[in-house]
């Protein structure tokens, strides 16, 4: 017999069925050098420099496209915020809802089903995030991570997924189509 827990995570005895993936993109950055090391770093897979977001897969027929959640700065390819940021200073940040027709082929990995409805529950979560990022402090990874917590109940998922072979070598966790 399961767990309630786990029947919740995986869906069982759930009337919503919302998907929450956990995706890897570039850092953005000034055209030029500074834009191809972040590329180049994210193409190496270096864990710290990457940009770390959530995405909701709704189980309603009404929505066909995903939803994306993240959190960066207001400005994140201008060189004096890169200069603060990476000296510790908070820099102002914004929290982004967009949408994609589907989900990434790389870097993303499901991570559970949402405990209630995972788009309302996510703007319920970003209305109360404080918007001052600060790297290491108070940025995406923070983000992911409440998030994530808030709409599935796991705990540090990125450190779960950073310490798992999957997410090291590339692969997805499966995906519940």
Known sequence: MLSMSLAKSIGIGSSRRDEVYVAAVPLRATKGPAQLLMSTAYSLNFWDLQHF????????????????????????????????????RNVPGVV?????????????????????????????????????????????????????EYLTGMKAVLEQLQSSSMARDEMSLPRKD
């Open 96 to 148: 982004l809802t967009r949408t994609l027709k589907k989900l990434p082929k790389r870097k993303c990995w499901f991570v559970g089903y949402s405990e209630t409805d995972a788009m309302d529950a996510a703007n319920r979560f970003n209305k109360g995030w404080d918007t001052d990022l600060r790297i290491n402090h108070h940025d995406c990874r923070n983000y992911v991570n409440g998030l994530v």
């Open 53 to 88: 977001l959530v995405i909701i897969n709704p189980s309603s027929s009404l929505h066909s496209q995903v939803l994306v959640y993240d959190f960066q700065p207001q400005d994140p390819e201008s060189i004096s915020v890169a200069v603060a940021a990476l000296s510790g």
